[in-house]
């Protein structure tokens, strides 16, 4: 069934979807009033029926609601950025796997390095991205992209999470020696092609970072966020 996300609440039984989506529903899909869909609002989803149709708004009647499918924890990629479209990618099955938020970091041994005003031209897509991968895995939020923070300032946000992990090449904990918060807040850094310097895995670790160890095998960095992102809700009960 189509899944859409609404901006404002509903109202007086019914569910309002405007811009984009709204055109979507009448052009694309070629909808007709009568048919049924799913909106979510708040991490609740609604099952209405549609009743009014145009490419400014479509309405949609209530005809049950229950609480998103939504994981227990939530779940915040800090991911380096690595070249070309592997971000992409990452945010596509990192949203599909329940993360709520991917945040972009610029570290020492990033290839990559666009100016702020570079990256934030691509943000309308990325955020487009992470809109449709919500969509296709029948997520309840539409998780957030941010722009590009330093390594310090991922440091200082991770130091406020519950649990804060970071994936390191060189060794540390296997994910399932951890003890993870039952409904908290996890950040999980991971690296891009050249992984960490020794000194960011240090003051990570002075920040109270656990560095985690994802096995003998040597993953690309594309596969490292999706590998820990799946043995973690995994270990939390969310597959």
Same mark, same amino acid.
């Given at each position: 069934?189509?899944?859409?996300?609404?901006?404002?609440?509903?109202?007086?039984?019914?569910i309002t979807i405007f811009?984009?989506?709204?055109?979507?529903?009448?052009?694309?899909?070629?909808?007709?009033?009568?048919?049924?869909?799913?909106?979510?609002?708040?991490?609740?989803?609604?099952?209405?029926?549609?009743?009014?149709?145009s490419d400014e708004a479509v309405i949609a009647k209530i005809i049950s609601?229950?609480?998103?499918?939504e994981p227990s924890v939530s779940l915040t990629l800090y991911q380096a950025l690595p070249k070309t479209d592997k971000l992409e990618?990452?945010?596509?099955?990192?949203?599909?796997?329940?993360a709520v938020r991917i945040v972009p970091l610029l570290t020492r041994r990033c290839v990559a390095r666009p100016e702020k005003e570079q990256f934030d031209?691509?943000?309308?897509?990325?955020?487009?991205?992470?809109?449709?991968?919500?969509?296709?895995?029948?997520?309840?939020?539409?998780?957030?992209? +941010?722009?590009?923070?330093?390594?310090e300032k991922c440091l200082a946000e991770i130091k406020k999470l519950d649990l804060g992990l970071i994936c390191y090449e060189k060794g540390g904990?296997?994910?399932?020696?951890?003890?993870?918060?039952?409904?908290?807040?996890?950040?999980?850094?991971?690296? +891009?092609?050249?992984?960490?310097?020794?000194?960011?895995?240090?003051?990570?670790?002075? +920040?109270?970072?656990?560095?985690?160890?994802?096995?003998d095998r040597i993953l690309r960095c594309e596969t490292a966020p999706i590998a820990a992102i799946s043995i973690i809700m995994n270990l939390t009960g969310n597959m």
């Open positions: 069934m189509p899944r859409f996300f609404a901006e404002l609440p509903p109202e007086n039984g019914a811009g984009d989506d709204a055109r979507h529903i009448g052009r694309s899909l070629r909808m007709a009033v009568g048919e049924e869909i799913t909106v979510c609002f708040e991490r609740r989803d609604y099952l209405c029926r549609l009743e009014k149709i609601e229950e609480k998103s499918k990618l990452i945010i596509q099955k990192a949203i599909e796997l329940g031209k691509k943000l309308t897509r990325l955020r487009k991205i992470a809109s449709e991968a919500a969509k296709q895995s029948g997520r309840g939020i539409i998780p957030e992209v +941010s722009g590009i923070i330093s390594f904990k296997r994910l399932r020696e951890l003890e993870y918060p039952a409904s908290g807040n996890i950040g999980v850094i991971v690296g +891009s092609e050249g992984g960490f310097e020794p000194s960011e895995a240090d003051e990570a670790q002075k +920040s109270g970072v656990i560095p985690v160890w994802l096995g």
